[in-house]
């Protein structure tokens, strides 16, 4: 019997205190049974840091990072001093542009560095050799056309440049992996194999043309 009366007084207590707050407002912070790290030391944002040197919590981006989304190309001074066709491959008028942008030097390294971007970003669809074939084919993606048909090959500078940066239908944006250089350079590196499915054995110097033959 005694036990009743307890688990009586148990159950009084209980809904008391359960239904007795109901529709009370509190202004203080709730009682927190599993608190999932709402409280940590962090840094907010444009706060002062005591840690860094500089005394901004805001750090600079490292070196050779791609910042993410239009926004934050923007927030890159480069940009703001930037003409539309550096950063969009269109002319004032808004139609696409042909060549490169005038900052940018063609250069072997250049077009080597698109080499590279390319093989990781593109040749598993576009193939090595730009012709569709990459490995994703026997994959079912089977709409990804060759660079050597005459539409793509007299395609402007800046439309590739605009593909690369927005992605076309099935064919995802590499904005966020590739910097606008980077993606001027694969561009370029485009243009070449472009260039080297349509040479003939007249376009190799006449000293290497024998190993060719
Ligand atoms: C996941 C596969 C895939 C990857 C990776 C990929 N593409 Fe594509 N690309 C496609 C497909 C599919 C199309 C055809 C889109 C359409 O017109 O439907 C295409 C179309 C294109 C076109 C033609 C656009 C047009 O207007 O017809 C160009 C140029 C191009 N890609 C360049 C690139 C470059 C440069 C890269 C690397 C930065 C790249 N692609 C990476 C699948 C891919």
């Known amino acids: 019997m005694r036990f009743a009366y307890y688990t009586l007084a148990f159950v009084v207590v209980l809904l008391l205190s359960v239904m007795g707050y109901r529709g009370m407002i509190s202004t203080r912070p709730p009682i927190e049974m599993f608190p999932d790290m709402d409280h940590q030391a962090k840094y907010k944002p444009q706060a002062e840091s ?11 981006l490292p070196a050779g990072t791609v910042p993410f989304g ?29 060549g490169f942008p ?23 669809c576009h193939g090595a050799l730009g012709d569709g074939n990459g490995i994703t084919k026997s994959y079912g993606m089977l709409t990804t056309p060759t660079y050597h048909d005459d539409r793509l ?4 500078e800046g439309e590739i ?8 239908n099935t064919m995802l944006s590499y904005a966020d992996k590739l910097s606008p250089d980077d993606r001027w350079a694969v561009v370029a590196y485009v243009r070449a194999l472009q ?11 006449a000293e290497l043309q024998g190993g060719l033959k």
Request: hydrophobic share 35%; with cysteine; glycine share 12%.
């Open 195 to 205: 260039r080297a499915a349509h040479g003939t054995i007249q376009d190799v110097p």
């Open 102 to 124: 005038a900052g940018l030097a063609i250069t072997g390294a250049f077009i080597e560095r698109g080499q590279g971007r390319y093989q990781i970003y593109c040749a598993p």
């Open 70 to 98: 239009r926004d934050a190309l923007r927030a890159d001074p480069a940009f703001l001093k930037a003409d539309d066709f550096h950063y969009d491959g269109k002319l004032p008028d808004g139609t696409f542009g042909r």
């Open 153 to 156: 090959r007299g395609m402007a």
């Open 50 to 60: 005591k840690f860094f040197a500089d005394g901004r919590a805001d750090r600079p």
């Open 161 to 168: 440049f605009n593909t690369i940066t927005h992605g076309k």
